[in-house]
């Protein structure tokens, strides 16, 4: 079981692979289709010509296409990874914001529940004597 989840892992991790081949498939395809048709050789050869360098502008233009919408995804991921290390750092500040509100809040407290404490011994010492 485990072969096989390897196995599609390497298969589907890499698109390229399969274009490689559809693109390899196409040139080969079309050059046999034209060595192949009856025509002359100076004919043949243009249609050649021509061929590859419609070939060759549709590649450059996908080229262009995967490398624009790679930026666009590499620009999302800076953006996302900016908006997340933001709220990071606001959660980071605002925990220790309360730590230290909380810390300040208890020792008041503490100091408090001290003067209270001895003023309370205080009231009953006097009362004693």
């Not at 989840?5 to 589907?12: G, L, P, Q, T, W």
């Not at 559809?22 to 243009?46: C, H, N």
């Not at 061929?51 to 996908?62: D, V």
């Not at 990874?81 to 008041?108: F, H, I, L, N, P």
Request: proline share 1%; no cysteine.
């Amino acid at each position: 079981m485990a072969d096989g989840y390897d196995r599609f892992d390497n298969e589907s991790g890499n698109g390229s692979s399969f274009v490689m081949g559809l693109l390899t498939g196409t040139v080969l395809g079309a050059g046999l289709g034209l060595l192949f048709a009856p025509k002359s050789g100076s004919e043949l050869r243009g249609q050649i010509s021509d061929q590859a360098g419609s070939l060759a502008n549709t590649a450059s233009e996908g080229y262009r296409r995967a490398t624009e919408t790679a930026g666009e995804w590499a620009d999302r991921g800076r953006q996302m990874y900016d908006k997340a290390k933001d709220a990071v750092s606001k959660g980071t500040d605002e925990a220790q914001r309360y730590v230290r509100d909380t810390a300040s809040g208890a020792a008041a407290s503490a100091e408090s529940m001290r003067t209270e404490a001895s003023e309370h011994l205080r009231g009953s010492s006097t009362r004693r004597s």
